[in-house]
């Protein structure tokens, strides 16, 4: 008889998968990575889909003239509520996955973005309300979830010395959404067409992802919601540790996708096109290098890669305050692309962590082999979706951080200013609690296991 670790996937109907064990490497090699990858680019597409209609509005204020009678900060606040919204979902589509199955719920929550990129459609002229507007930017914010629920997936399908380059594909492919929309976005106006021309682009390809997933993706049916997971999750410092560290990096980025185009038109003048032609590079750089940072986390550790990360993006930001105050266009948009880039590479790296710092708690335990996996993956798993709603919502505070200072000020120094503060701050959380290897002085009362534990949090 075949053990169960090295037997086939098998599938019941709907395409479930009731064996699935990507840790036993005979399994993997012989079906497992096949069926992941397959997986991984039906999960991608949606995903990316969803990225573009969650940032859908930081490229539709990009065509609201004076005709519209909407005023720098009342953009900032449509996009800020967009961003919440994106924020929120992600706990409940983080748990969709195992109630509904990774397959169904990509199908679910692709057709769900009809709905949001329809009503914009339909509101999108001069005479409609802030408040109008407001709400479709609020149910854009659904676009935001796919991300949790797609991450979730995902780590179910690989093993944990994949999940840095699997997590990183799959978000940064999820994250090029933001730039693909600016780009299409771009061409609209390039070509003198008006918004609708933009959502009617996006309504076909969000049908052709739902209808792709239907076919091509799987379900696993050892995919559970854990309650008693999600508890001790949200228990564990780690996961609002992480959760703050998130907030530095994709807080980051998706906060500065939206508003990049916003600040070049407020503080440099520029008019939609100019605009439009350079917000596109910085999400774009920065999505295509995520997988990159889940490589190097892979490779010398999440927390080092993380932890440098912050001082390049502190670095960035003292010389957008310095082009920002010399009012030097130019240098102003190549920092800005430059923090874009290393917001990049800190969200792969901040994701592999995750799983890391679980396995060491595992160890730390004495749990080993399939045992110490699972339980990793319990934990990971229930984190991900705090994580990732709590990191979005850093979107929220940079775009509010944006609308009070050009309030106050007149410009965004202001909160470019409290951003480098924040990211000292992060390498400092980074620096003390997953590097500083206080193991190595701990006292005569700490347990092995304790002593264990700190010290393998530097290879996270």
């Known amino acids: 008889m075949t ?3 090295q037997a086939p996937a098998q599938s019941r ?67 800020s509520m967009a961003t919440l919204v994106g924020a929120l979902v992600r706990v409940p589509y983080t748990f969709a996955v195992a109630v509904f199955g990774g397959r169904n719920w990509t199908i679910v929550s692709a057709s769900l973005l009809l709905l949001p990129t329809i009503a914009a459609f339909i509101v999108m002229e001069p005479g409609t309300s802030f408040t109008t507007f407001l709400l479709c930017a609020m149910l854009a914010g659904i676009g935001g979830g796919n991300f949790a629920s797609s991450m979730t997936n995902i780590n179910a399908f690989f093993p944990l010395r994949k999940k840095g380059w699997a997590l990183g594909l799959n978000a940064g492919g999820g994250n090029i959404g933001v730039p693909v929309v600016q780009l299409v976005g771009l061409a609209v106006i390039g070509a003198s067409g008006g918004p609708r021309v933009l959502l009617g682009i996006y309504i076909p390809c969000i049908v052709v992802a739902a209808v792709l997933a239907a076919l091509y993706m799987d379900n696993i049916s050892s995919v559970k919601n854990d309650t008693g997971a999600a508890k001790e999750a949200a228990k564990d410092p780690h996961t609002w540790i992480m959760s703050f560290l998130y907030i530095g990096t994709f807080g980051s980025f998706i906060g500065y996708s939206f508003a990049f185009g916003l600040v070049l038109q407020t503080q440099f003048g520029r008019t939609p096109l100019e605009s439009a032609y350079v917000t596109f590079i910085g999400p774009l750089l920065g999505s295509l290098i995520r997988p990159f940072g889940g490589w190097l986390a892979d490779k010398y550790g999440g927390a080092r890669i993380t932890l440098w990360n912050f001082v390049g993006m502190a670095a960035a930001t003292a010389v957008i305050i310095s082009a920002s105050m010399s009012k030097s266009l130019a240098l102003f948009t190549t920092a800005f692309i430059a923090l874009f880039i290393l917001t990049g590479l800190g969200n792969g790296s901040t994701y592999k962590m995750i799983p890391g710092i679980f396995q060491a708690k595992a160890a730390a335990k004495g749990l080993t082999g399939e045992e110490a996996a699972s339980y990793g993956r319990r934990l990971s798993g229930a984190s991900m979706g705090l994580i990732g709603a709590v990191g979005a919502l850093g979107g929220l505070g940079i775009n509010l951080a944006f609308r009070q200072s050009f309030l106050s000020v007149g410009s965004g120094t202001g909160a470019f200013v409290a951003f480098l503060a924040f990211y000292g701050v992060c390498f400092v959380v980074t620096w003390a609690v997953y590097l500083r290897r206080p193991a190595a002085q701990a006292p005569a009362t700490a347990t092995a296991s304790e002593a264990k534990s700190q010290l393998s949090y530097a290879e996270v």
């Open 3 to 5: 053990a169960p670790s």
């Open 13 to 79: 109907g709907g395409r479930w998968i009731d064996h699935w064990d990507p840790e036993d490497e005979t399994f993997w090699n012989e079906t497992g990575e096949k069926v992941a990858r397959r997986n991984l680019v039906f999960s991608v597409l949606s995903e990316h889909i969803g990225f573009s209609i969650w940032t859908l509005w930081s490229v539709m204020v990009l065509f609201m003239g004076p005709e519209y009678g909407l005023t720098p900060a009342d953009k900032f606040v449509i996009v």
